[in-house]
Structures are given as structure tokens and as C-alpha cells.
């Protein structure tokens, strides 16, 4: 994957109005590498990447992260280096600064949804919209591929289609914030923040099993290892694929150490589907 990262390998490969995936982001409190790290590696491959908030606000990323002090700095949990320059790179761009509002989406004009991840409490904006919830079954009823990490597994299972009553991933393979990692995170650092790094009582992993038809063989946790992944290995990250008859499809990463890999998953299935 870090091959065709590298030298734009997908470059070409699409007609101008099938190339673009949308971004849709909370506000406020969006996880920086989630979406820095898919967002770089997409437009390095051509991709054309359209970001999306509520009322059309410029967005912000959790400055927890952005600029971690205290028990995040000490924990070595805030947003690495170099998803911290893609960040910095992401928010000068015109697409950036420009976004069209969550109503504005129109599924057929993109190849891929990218459902970022993030826990404080801005996300709630993003997580709990009936507007975006709609807007990802729209997005599955055309076969459009789906790409979520951390709690945007936890939109995306909130996602019910209205024909048949239950989540768009009711039986589909998935991963998200595990229980065991988010309950780690917020243990760490509760004396001090509180609730932070628990966006809701119940976690992420629990919401979500709640919507799966067998979540014991459909939930999936991944290693049991906080490291992370990065541009030149894969190692220790960990990407769930659910392949979907007639096109589409989910592919989904549990936390930031799996967004490269996320990244350029997504990027290989769409060149799959062209072929």
C-alpha cells in the first residue's frame, strides 16, 4: 500500500465526476489523525476530497489532541507529528475552508464516504444527526463504498434504513474504538478530564454490537496491542473489510493507529472497482 502512496499509483484511473469522497465533520472535536492521515492519502492519489459540516462552518479539530499539555502529553496520547503536518496542511486548503452543509450531500456525485472518528464532546453534533444518519443510508442504498474509524462506526451503526428497520450494518463485518482500549484511555485520564475520552456511559463497542444481528462473529476487536501504524508499516494496525455484492462495501479501523492502512484500503478497493 505505502507503494502506491508514494508514487500517486491511481492516478488517472477515474472520469472527473467519479473521483471525489466526502468528508462530513462535526463542528468541533473531530480526531485529527482520522481524518488528516485518509485525507492526505487521498489527494495524493487524485482523489478529489469534499468536506462537509453541519451549517457549512469550517471545522476544528479536538485541540486536546492538537495541542496536548498534562496527562495527554505525559500519556503520549496526542496527535503524532506527521498526521499533525497533514492536519496543518488539510486546514489550509480551499476545500477545507469551504465546506458544503451535511443537507448539501448528494451520495451519487462521490465514490467514497469517510466517516471520521473522535470521542470529545463536540462529536456529539456529528453522531447523534438524523440529517447524516439518512444521508448513510443514501449512501449504502447506491453501493457507494463506506469508510469509518472509531466512533464513526458508532454513526454508521446508528445509520437505520427506514425499509427494513435496522442499521445499515446489521450484518455487516465491523470494527470500531474497541471497549478495552476506550475504557484504557479514560482510566488514564479521568482525574483530570473527566469524561472526556468517554463520549457516551455506554461505550462505543457496546452501542454498536446492540445493532449487529450476531455481534460475536460480526464485531470484530482486532489485537489486543496499542501500536500503531504508519505510513511504511502495517504491523500493529488492523482494518476490517465487508465486501458487498454489486459494489460498495465498509471498510473500518478501530482507533488513529489504523488510519494509514485504512487509507490505503479505501484507495485499493476503488481502483478495484474500476478495473
Same mark, same amino acid.
Given at each position: 500500500?505505502?507503494?502506491?502512496?508514494?508514487?500517486?499509483?491511481?492516478?488517472?484511473?477515474?472520469?472527473?465526476?467519479?473521483?471525489?469522497?466526502?468528508?462530513?465533520?462535526?463542528?468541533?472535536?473531530?480526531?485529527?489523525?482520522?481524518?488528516?492521515?485518509?485525507?492526505?492519502?487521498?489527494?495524493?492519489?487524485?482523489?478529489?476530497?469534499?468536506?462537509?459540516?453541519?451549517?457549512g462552518a469550517v471545522p476544528t479539530g479536538d485541540p486536546t489532541l492538537l495541542n496536548p499539555s498534562g496527562i495527554i502529553w505525559l500519556a503520549?496520547?496526542?496527535?503524532?507529528?506527521?498526521?499533525?503536518?497533514?492536519?496543518?496542511?488539510?486546514?489550509?486548503?480551499?476545500?477545507?475552508?469551504?465546506?458544503?452543509?451535511?443537507?448539501?450531500?448528494?451520495?451519487?456525485?462521490?465514490?467514497?464516504?469517510?466517516?471520521?472518528?473522535?470521542?470529545?464532546?463536540?462529536?456529539?453534533?456529528?453522531?447523534?444527526?438524523t440529517d447524516l444518519k439518512n444521508k448513510i443510508v443514501q449512501f449504502t442504498k447506491h453501493k457507494i463504498l463506506v469508510s469509518s474509524i472509531?466512533?464513526? =462506526?458508532? /454513526?454508521? !451503526?446508528?445509520?437505520?434504513?427506514?425499509?427494513?428497520?435496522?442499521? #445499515? &450494518?446489521?450484518? +455487516?463485518?465491523?470494527?470500531?474504538?474497541?471497549?478495552?482500549?476506550?475504557?484504557?484511555?479514560?482510566?488514564?485520564?479521568?482525574?483530570?478530564?473527566?469524561?472526556?475520552?468517554?463520549?457516551?456511559?455506554?461505550?462505543?463497542?457496546?452501542?454498536?454490537?446492540?445493532?449487529?444481528?450476531?455481534?460475536?462473529?460480526?464485531?470484530?476487536?482486532?489485537? =489486543?496491542? /496499542?501500536? !500503531?501504524?504508519?505510513?511504511?508499516?502495517?504491523?500493529?494496525?488492523? #482494518? &476490517?473489510?465487508? +465486501?458487498?455484492?454489486?459494489?460498495?462495501?465498509?471498510?473500518?479501523?478501530?482507533?488513529?493507529?489504523?488510519?494509514?492502512?485504512?487509507?490505503?484500503?479505501?484507495?485499493?478497493?476503488?481502483?478495484?472497482?474500476?478495473?
Amino acid at each position: 500500500y505505502q507503494f502506491s502512496f508514494l508514487v500517486g499509483g491511481v492516478k488517472g484511473k477515474f472520469t472527473n465526476n467519479k473521483k471525489k469522497i466526502i468528508f462530513p465533520l462535526p463542528d468541533t472535536d473531530f480526531d485529527p489523525t482520522e481524518c488528516a492521515v485518509p485525507w492526505k492519502i487521498f489527494t495524493m492519489e487524485n482523489f478529489e476530497v469534499v468536506f462537509a459540516t453541519e451549517n457549512g462552518a469550517v471545522p476544528t479539530g479536538d485541540p486536546t489532541l492538537l495541542n496536548p499539555s498534562g496527562i495527554i502529553w505525559l500519556a503520549q496520547m496526542g496527535t503524532a507529528e506527521e498526521p499533525k503536518q497533514f492536519y496543518d496542511e488539510m486546514i489550509q486548503t480551499e476545500a477545507f475552508n469551504n465546506p458544503i452543509r451535511w443537507s448539501d450531500i448528494h451520495p451519487p456525485d462521490y465514490v467514497a464516504i469517510h466517516l471520521t472518528g473522535g470521542h470529545a464532546p463536540g462529536m456529539k453534533q456529528y453522531l447523534e444527526s438524523t440529517d447524516l444518519k439518512n444521508k448513510i443510508v443514501q449512501f449504502t442504498k447506491h453501493k457507494i463504498l463506506v469508510s469509518s474509524i472509531c466512533h464513526g =462506526s458508532l /454513526l454508521l !451503526a446508528r445509520s437505520i434504513d427506514p425499509d427494513s428497520g435496522h442499521s #445499515v &450494518v446489521r450484518d +455487516v463485518n465491523l470494527t470500531s474504538l474497541p471497549h478495552w482500549m476506550e475504557d484504557v484511555a479514560w482510566n488514564v485520564t479521568r482525574l483530570t478530564l473527566g469524561m472526556h475520552y468517554r463520549t457516551y456511559e455506554q461505550y462505543c463497542e457496546d452501542e454498536i454490537r446492540t445493532f449487529l444481528s450476531n455481534p460475536d462473529v460480526l464485531f470484530q476487536v482486532g489485537p =489486543s496491542s /496499542l501500536g !500503531a501504524g504508519n505510513a511504511f508499516n502495517h504491523d500493529d494496525a488492523f #482494518v &476490517v473489510e465487508h +465486501v458487498q455484492e454489486g459494489g460498495g462495501g465498509f471498510l473500518s479501523g478501530r482507533w488513529p493507529g489504523d488510519a494509514y492502512l485504512l487509507g490505503y484500503k479505501v484507495v485499493d478497493a476503488l481502483l478495484k472497482s474500476t478495473l
